[in-house]
Each structure stands twice: as C-alpha cells, then as structure tokens.
C-alpha cells in the first residue's frame, strides 16, 4: 500500500498517489487479482521472532538469513544491502505464503 509521508512534499505526494493509481488501473483493466496489504501486515507475518525495530534493518537481515549465498547489493560498488530489494523479497514470499496457505517456515 502506498501512502504519502509527512516530509514528502505535495509534489511527491501526487507523484507517489499517480503511480500507486496507475497500476491499480492496469491490474482492473488487465482483470488481474491483487490485494492492497499494508506494509505492517506483511512484515508481522514474514518477519516472525526478528528484532522490528527498525523494519529496513530486519529486511535486510531477514534476506540475508534466508538467502545467504545471494548478494543484497544494488550494485558491486556499493557497500550496504538495498533494503528495497530485501522487502521486494519479503513481499514476493508473503505473496506465495497467502497464495499457497503455507507457513513461514517452509517457504521456500
């Protein structure tokens, strides 16, 4: 779910509304099921007995426990795990998680 931040401006606040309405639009139009979820929700369900402190730090520690051969960079010049590739992952096993009816455990 997408919502607009307080120190977002109203710039980036129409930009952010633009797109979340846009794919939504493509979904109807295409007659592709989704669900709008919370990031909340997801994290409480994929996240299970981690620290959620801080959630960007426990996605990145949640890849990285899950896949530990996979490299979370964005790219090889960088020095630290992109959290949005780490929550695209969390998202994508919520996902089958919901799809599929299993439990965390044995995802994957």
């Not at 931040?5 to 846009?22: A, I, N, P």
């Not at 960088?78 to 965390?104: E, F, P, V, W």
Request: proline fraction near 4%; charge should be positive.
């Amino acid at each position: 779910k997408s919502q607009p931040h307080f120190r977002d401006g109203s710039k980036q606040g129409f930009k952010t509304g633009y797109g979340y309405g846009l794919l939504q639009g493509i979904f109807y139009a295409l007659r592709v099921s989704f669900e709008i979820v919370r990031p909340q929700e997801w994290q409480k369900a994929i996240f299970v007995g981690l620290p959620m402190d801080d959630s960007k730090q426990t996605s990145v520690l949640f890849a990285q426990r899950k896949f530990p051969n996979e490299d979370w960079r964005a790219t090889e010049r960088s020095t630290k795990a992109h959290d949005g590739m780490t929550d695209a992952l969390g998202i994508a096993l919520y996902g089958l998680q919901k799809c599929r009816g299993i439990k965390n455990d044995s995802i994957i």
